[in-house]
């Protein structure tokens, strides 16, 4: 657990903390090929013990809510934009990626239970890891610097995403999806349900989070104040380009071990 961090001195550096979170992103080797907290693997087909909780929470939110999506023209309860109190930018981008964040461990969760490539799962006990370690960073920067503060109205983290989206070329990644801007529902409920070739769909689905995440970086590197948040927004844009490479090596490799028709 990170010590809460604070611009005027603390028990440990910030910057080591920052790179600490980069260095989880970039590196940390998979602790396991099978099922998440002990779980039995999971196949394409039939997702293990270690999600299946995850994917029937997913799908039980779809199954009764299947158009709860965001109305970019209010908040999650239809709210008129007017009415949003509007949060520094600061803590805007600490809740936008502490709930982005919590739902990519959730995929790769998914994916390193689900995934038929060792490799795959590798990638995606490495994304839910720094996921985690990410989102505890966050925290304690939040807890440091906006002790009191409510958490940020929904309006305004989908349109943090909307303007990463738009200016990175990306297509919607589905994080806003069931209301919920923690947990991507649509990619999750996709990966907890595609039976046939599961590897490149997760490959996609994560490929395409991560460009928004970078896009994210980038908008954030030129905004934010708080110098632990400038450091942290420009290692998660080196970073992302880096699990970008990894992602497109991984697809390269299933493309060529897949035999032709």
């Known amino acids: 657990m990170f ?6 001195g603390g028990t440990r550096s910030s910057a080591v903390a920052v790179a600490v979170v980069a260095m989880l992103i970039l590196s940390l080797p998979a602790t396991r090929a099978s099922g998440q907290d002990g779980g039995l693997p999971g196949t394409p087909n039939t997702p293990g013990t270690g999600t299946a909780a995850v994917c029937a929470d997913v799908t039980a939110t779809k199954v009764a ?3 709860a999506e965001h109305d970019h ?17 600061d803590l805007v981008y600490v809740d936008t990626m502490v709930a982005r964040d ?3 461990a959730a995929l790769g969760r998914v994916v390193a239970d689900r995934a038929t490539d060792l490799r795959v ?5 490495t994304l839910a890891t720094g996921g985690d370690a990410s989102v505890v960073a966050l925290g304690d920067w939040r807890d440091a610097w906006y002790p009191d503060a409510p958490a940020v109205e929904d309006l305004q983290l989908v349109q943090l995403v909307d303007e990463a989206e738009s200016g990175s070329g990306a297509p919607a990644d589905g994080g806003m999806g069931g209301g919920n801007p923690a947990l991507p529902a649509d990619d999750l409920l996709t990966l907890c349900t595609v039976t ?11 490929a395409t989070r991560i460009e928004t995440d970078v896009a994210l970086a980038a908008i ?4 934010v104040e708080h110098v632990e948040l400038l450091a942290f927004a420009q290692s998660r844009g080196e970073s992302g380009q880096h699990e970008l490479a990894v992602v497109a ?3 390269t490799g299933i493309t060529a071990s897949t035999p032709a028709p």
């Open 3 to 8: 010590d809460p961090l604070t611009r005027d």
């Open 65 to 67: 809510s299947p158009g």
């Open 73 to 89: 023209a209010g908040d999650a309860d239809g709210d008129d934009p007017g009415s949003v109190v509007l949060a520094p930018f």
């Open 102 to 104: 919590t739902g990519t």
């Open 121 to 125: 799962r590798e990638f995606g006990e």
């Open 196 to 206: 046939d070739s599961f590897d490149a769909v997760a490959l996609e689905i994560v």
């Open 220 to 223: 954030a590197f030129g905004r």
């Open 249 to 251: 090596d991984l697809a």
